[in-house]
């Protein structure tokens, strides 16, 4: 019975008392209505408009009649609000049950701080220890995978009931012994979905002989990566474009041995330099609008007075761009036509553009070469056909992916540098016949197809065939069935999401309860 309710400050305070004439000993069951005393349980309750509830319950302790009974006296409970020895009530301990199932650790006291709770991440996981675990069911097809415990040093075995995707258990290691009793404790195991682990598959030889082994879809498809990498790295001097290999030019003479007139150059259109000066004349003709004079103008603006005057007196920008050394000649003014004619064919490399002048009679330093080869690129970019060489990760992608999915950049490159190395190119023929067989699942041309690789010189996909061969009627069982593990992959990058949320809190026992009980 509810007697009042106030506001005291942040909480709302609820007053109530039990009023049941009987209460039943929860030892005997034997219902007493003798009260023995009388106390004040202090319980939190969900919060009312972001505001925590805090209810004065007074409750009874009755004597139990039943003189047999261990039990002299006890606390009455009052269905659906307490239960014993809580300081919650029984909403909120459910609330905050279900939070820790699904979040635990600091995102569930983060969750559990805005719905007005106070809650620590301990107090998260307490009530997750004192569940029941669910009944294990054995699933006709299971998935087998590892997962870490702590990456680099322990390990466990997941176990996946494919068909509804939900974890069945968790086992401690991933030794042979320990998921063969696991499979010999629960018959019934018809499908074995794993990776292909040797001591995953000796567990599954032992302890369920008669199941049908389906092997990995996602190692499948990442091993010949992997052996495409190698090959690639094998080769990798050949990726890049070679340079023009053939002899320079012989040197024509020059129609005159006198430097040729100096030609007046415009003024450079971008640079840090033109870009500064260009900003600087608008802001000062600005002001010049505005009505300021000179020394107003250069106190705002930070410039010397003499460099707002000149500014001042340009009508644009470009008269203050040209200076006097803007016509003088330059040492390498014979040449630039034959530089930019050569640029034009394509050579942009400044040390062979130097050698190329050099043996043509030009006196001076490859600075000077770099420094205008450098002006051509800013004023030419897209006439640049220089680009970096593709990295092994590009290659291997290109090799590995479907053909038209690739740009036509990427097809190009790609072609070339097969043409360059016909070990790549013969590797590709062999990668993308058993993309298609994996894509088309003709699984029974599988072993023909690792004769044809096995016959060839490619020596970065001897090993891969090879492994395939020891685990053939696996991966044939996955290229003829409808079984995959995909469900098993989902589950390990969940593993990994709820041990970062118990921080460091989680042993084998309680990540092993959570994960079967967020299912």
């Not at 009931?161 to 063969?180: G, N, Q, S």
């Not at 007046?264 to 802001?283: C, F, I, K, M, Y």
């Not at 040449?335 to 002048?357: D, I, M, N, S």
Request: charged residues 30%; aromatic residues 4%.
């Amino acid at each position: 019975m509810i007697e009042n309710v106030v506001v005291d400050g942040e909480l709302v305070v609820v007053r109530a008392r039990a009023s049941a004439e009987r209460a039943a000993c929860p030892a005997c069951r034997t219902s007493s209505g003798r009260v023995h005393s009388r106390y004040v349980r202090r319980l939190a309750d969900t919060a009312v408009a972001g505001r925590p509830v805090v209810i004065k319950l007074q409750v009874r302790r009755f004597r139990c009649r039943d003189r047999a009974c261990q039990r002299t006296t006890f606390a009455e409970q009052v269905d659906g609000l307490t239960f014993r020895h809580g300081r919650r009530s029984s909403g909120q301990q459910t609330v905050l049950r279900q939070v820790a199932v699904m979040l635990a650790g600091r995102a569930g006291a983060r969750l559990a701080h805005t719905l007005a709770v106070r809650a620590s991440r301990s107090t998260l996981l307490r009530p997750i220890r004192r569940l029941l675990e669910p009944e294990v069911h054995t699933p006709r097809v299971l998935g087998v995978n590892e997962f870490a415990l702590r990456k680099g040093h322990n390990c466990g075995t997941i176990l996946v009931h494919i068909d509804t995707r939900r974890p069945v258990d968790l086992l401690p290691d991933r030794t042979t012994a320990t998921v063969a009793a696991w499979l010999a404790g629960h018959p019934g195991v018809e499908v074995i979905c794993r990776d292909r682990s040797t001591a995953y598959a000796e567990a599954g030889r032992l302890g369920a002989p008669d199941a049908i082994h389906v092997a990995d879809r996602w190692h499948i498809w990442k091993n010949p990566a992997e052996a495409v990498e190698k090959a690639v790295i094998q080769h990798r001097t050949l990726l890049r474009e070679p340079e023009n290999t053939a002899p320079v030019r012989a040197a024509e003479p020059l129609k005159s041995p006198e430097p040729a007139p100096p030609s007046l150059d415009e003024p450079r259109q971008s640079g840090r330099l033109s870009d500064r000066v260009r900003e600087q004349h608008a802001s000062v003709h600005a002001l010049l609008d505005e009505g300021l004079g000179l020394r107003p103008i250069a106190c705002r603006l930070g410039l010397a007075r003499n460099t707002v005057r000149r500014l001042a007196d340009a009508a644009t920008a470009d008269e203050v761009l040209v200076g006097r050394w803007t016509g003088r000649t330059s040492i390498l003014d014979p040449y630039k036509p034959y530089l930019h004619q050569r640029w034009t064919e394509g050579c942009t490399v400044a040390r062979r553009l130097f050698e190329e002048v050099r043996e043509r009679g030009y006196p001076g330093g490859e600075s000077v070469v770099k420094r205008h080869v450098q002006r051509l690129r800013e004023a030419f970019p897209h006439d640049d056909p220089s680009r970096k060489a593709p990295s092994v990760r590009d290659v291997t992608s290109w090799i590995t992916r479907r053909p038209d999915r690739l740009d036509d950049d990427q097809a190009q490159q790609l072609k070339q540098i097969l043409t360059r190395c016909p070990a790549l190119d013969r590797t590709a023929e062999h990668i993308r016949a058993f993309t298609e067989l994996m894509n088309d699942r003709r699984g029974r041309e599988l072993g023909r197809s690792i004769e044809r690789v096995q016959a060839d010189d490619v020596p970065a996909l001897h090993s891969f065939v090879t492994g395939l061969g020891q685990d053939l009627d696996a991966v044939v069982a996955w290229l003829s069935l409808r079984y995959s593990s995909g469900a098993v992959e989902d589950h390990n990058n969940k593993i990994k999401m709820i041990k970062r949320q118990m921080f460091g809190r989680a042993n084998f026992d309680l990540l092993r309860k959570r994960i079967l009980l967020a299912a």
